[in-house]
């Protein structure tokens, strides 16, 4: 049907194609029943037929969807289309009719191959015949190009009406869905990438890694674990917005070192992963030093401050029959690994890293319950005054044996309290423990003795920690000059960590710097930080070992602690040339085997019962010390 002569009103245009198709019967009401698809009223077909055509003529075009009427086959015609078809596809109905071909030019080629209601209705009407299906209703949303070439999603809800001669005419509805379909689109993007890095998510990246692993690769598979490093601090100095903007940099940097076709991913907090294919092992590597020197020549600027980043990265090569979920494992494994190194470089998984994360799980089980039990021990090593000997207070330490595991050193369980949380119970434990001893061994000696307590960063960050302590001290009937926390260099540069410090020094209780020398601290900054002792680390005494080395950095130390009023504390004491040397360069306190072994705290009264007699003669040389706690 040629409509392009156009000389007849559009009434006469619907009832002429009206005609052609109901001529054999003479039923309009088929037509225009099925046409209009669920919103004709029965009534209104009955009475004159033309009537009835002109009211459901005016009814489908109220309808804010293309309705239309077509003949089966790649060469059949369009009967009718309502004039809605120029506002969604900006083709007039004449034009679209003219042309039987114009819906198979603007159909995308691959809603094409993959849509079922295209392959219908391009069947030819003896397929249809073979396939006939009362009230079978076809249904599917696919995109067809828009006269101004931008792309168009419709739903095409259509079905077959047979007449009595067993000729075909599909009816159908074409329903703008671009919106609808938009906003699917989105959502299914929001649900998949991260909202802060617009990078994939998790989920997506697991997806990935799925079918990564279901190809065939001519090289390997790897994924990247990516964790920046001291995040934490970034969140407690610059807030979460702070820290928002480190994620974001972070990610971009990340996703502008990866390779084409390599898939970049936020996969939680300030974790991120690479996924990369077909490569060699000296391609992931390289891939993992360009990210790490990517980052850290990033700088994200805070108020007149620049904070760089840092990262730790595990890598894991797939290897036969890997899952998913093992090639993460063992990627987020070698990241770990790659922390407990130094941070700042990366690791390459190997099986004994598992056999190390499974002792590891069993040592955070085993704590978990020595913590339940009340199993934890302290044992005190003295603090002694190098001019006259004697105690001028204890250290406490935590000690732990397992009927199991034997003796576990401190070194091990308090990384797995920090790394699982449990820090907090044992801290806790510690100082009450610590300042329970104390009371009672005050309560049968006069001597005015302190306990000295380390106290973890992640304690420190903790709002309640302050109150707690003090709480401690008032429960056990001690005044706050009684203990001191040790802290390391690193936490002091920790706003939370100082405003803690700061808390507790303004109830009296007084802070020293833990192994002091081997980490942050610079003159300018050191006498601004809430603190009253200095502990110098042990690794100062090697040198002067043998009395014949001058100790010119020690004597510096000393000498700034001095300028600065803190008290001096030397670590790992170990022979009487160490107590001259450190009497010689000025130092007030030591402690070490040399001096006094750790013990249980009722062994220490044999100490002060020594009054003011020096425990180390000034004369002292080599030999055993005089006393052994």
């Given amino acids: 049907m040629d409509s392009t002569e156009g000389a007849s009103p559009p009434g006469d245009d619907v009832s002429k194609a009206a005609a052609d198709v109901a001529a054999p019967t003479g039923d309009l009401d088929a037509i225009f029943d099925l046409a209009a698809l669920g919103i004709s009223d029965r009534k209104l077909f009955e009475g004159d037929p033309r009537a009835v055509g002109r009211r459901s003529q005016l009814q489908v075009e109220r309808v804010p969807a293309i309705v239309y009427v077509a003949e089966p086959g790649p060469n059949g015609r369009w009967l009718y289309v309502s004039p809605q078809i120029e506002a969604i596809l900006g083709f007039t109905a004449q034009q679209w009719m003219a042309n039987p071909d114009l819906w198979l030019q603007l159909i995308d080629p691959q809603d094409k191959r993959s849509s079922v209601l295209a392959k219908s209705a391009l069947a030819e009407e003896k397929d249809l015949l073979a396939n006939r299906a009362e009230d079978k209703v076809y249904s599917d949303t696919y995109r067809l190009r828009h006269r101004n070439g931008e792309t168009v999603w419709v739903r095409d809800d259509a079905m077959v009406l047979w007449d009595s001669q067993g000729h075909a005419t599909w009816h159908g509805v074409l329903v703008d869905v671009t919106r609808e379909k938009h906003l699917e689109e989105r959502l299914q993007h929001q649900a998949l990438h991260d909202a802060l890095t617009g990078l994939p998510n998790r989920?997506?990246?697991?997806?990935?890694?799925?079918?990564?692993?279901?190809?065939?690769?001519?090289?390997?598979?790897?994924?990247?674990?990516?964790?920046?490093?001291?995040?934490?601090?970034?969140?407690?100095?610059?807030?979460h917005a702070g820290g928002d903007e480190v994620?974001?940099?972070?990610?971009?940097?990340?996703?502008?070192?990866?390779?084409?076709?390599?898939?970049?991913?936020?996969?939680?907090?300030?974790?991120?992963?690479l996924l990369v294919e077909a490569v060699t092992i000296e391609d992931v590597t390289a891939l993992a030093n360009r990210v790490i020197a990517g980052l850290s020549k990033t700088e994200v600027a805070f108020s007149r401050q620049t904070l760089t980043i840092g990262a730790s990265i595990g890598i894991a090569i797939a290897g036969p029959g890997e899952t998913t979920e093992t090639l993460l494992r063992s990627a987020d494994l070698a990241m770990y690994e790659a922390k407990r190194q130094g941070r700042g470089r990366h690791v390459l998984y190997e099986p004994t890293l598992y056999a190390t994360a499974r002792n590891h799980s069993r040592l955070r089980e085993a704590l978990q319950t020595a913590l339940a039990d009340d199993v934890i021990t302290l044992a005190y090593m003295p603090i002694v005054d190098l001019g006259t000997g004697a105690?001028?207070?204890?250290?406490?330490?935590?000690?732990?044996?397992?009927?199991?595991?034997?003796?576990?050193?401190?070194?091990?369980?308090?990384?797995?309290?920090?790394?699982?949380?449990?820090?907090?119970?044992?801290?806790?434990?510690?100082?009450?423990?610590?300042?329970?001893?104390?009371?009672?061994?005050?309560?049968?000696?006069?001597?005015?003795?302190?306990?000295?307590?380390?106290?973890?960063?992640?304690q420190l960050e903790n709002d309640q920690f302050a109150s707690s302590v003090v709480q401690s001290l008032l429960d056990h009937g001690l005044e706050p000059s009684a203990l001191v926390l040790e802290v390391t260099e690193g936490m002091l540069l920790v706003e939370r960590g100082r405003q803690s410090l700061r808390e507790l020094r303004a109830h009296g209780i007084r802070v020293a710097i833990d192994d002091f020398g081997t980490g942050y601290s610079s003159l300018s900054y050191l006498r601004h930080l809430p603190v009253d002792m200095v502990k110098i680390d042990q690794t100062f005494l090697s040198p002067i070992e043998d009395n014949t080395t001058d100790p010119a950095f020690l004597r510096a130390i000393i000498r700034l602690?001095?300028?600065?009023?803190?008290?001096?504390?030397?670590?790992?004491?170990?022979?009487?040339?160490?107590?001259?040397?450190?009497?010689?360069?000025?130092?007030?306190?030591?402690?070490?085997?040399?001096?006094?072994?750790?013990?249980?705290?009722?062994?220490?009264?044999a100490i002060f019962e020594l009054g003011s007699r020096p425990l180390i003669p000034p004369e002292a040389g080599t030999g055993e010390p005089s006393i052994k706690v």
């Fill in 203 to 239: 989920k997506l990246f697991q997806d990935r890694v799925r079918q990564a692993l279901w190809k065939p690769h001519t090289g390997q598979i790897a994924v990247l674990f990516i964790d920046l490093d001291n995040f934490k601090t970034v969140n407690d100095r610059f807030g």
């Fill in 247 to 273: 994620i974001a940099a972070a990610g971009r940097r990340i996703q502008s070192c990866a390779r084409e076709g390599d898939t970049a991913s936020r996969v939680g907090g300030d974790e991120f992963a």
């Fill in 391 to 458: 105690v001028a207070g204890v250290e406490a330490l935590a000690r732990w044996s397992d009927r199991q595991l034997g003796e576990v050193p401190p070194s091990q369980f308090i990384q797995v309290a920090e790394e699982t949380g449990l820090i907090h119970e044992l801290g806790h434990w510690v100082i009450e423990q610590a300042c329970r001893d104390l009371a009672d061994w005050r309560s049968v000696h006069s001597a005015e003795v302190y306990v000295s307590v380390n106290a973890s960063p992640l």
């Fill in 561 to 605: 602690a001095e300028t600065l009023h803190l008290v001096t504390i030397c670590e790992g004491v170990e022979t009487a040339g160490h107590v001259c040397n450190l009497r010689a360069a000025g130092c007030g306190y030591g402690q070490g085997d040399f001096l006094a072994r750790p013990g249980p705290l009722a062994d220490v009264p």
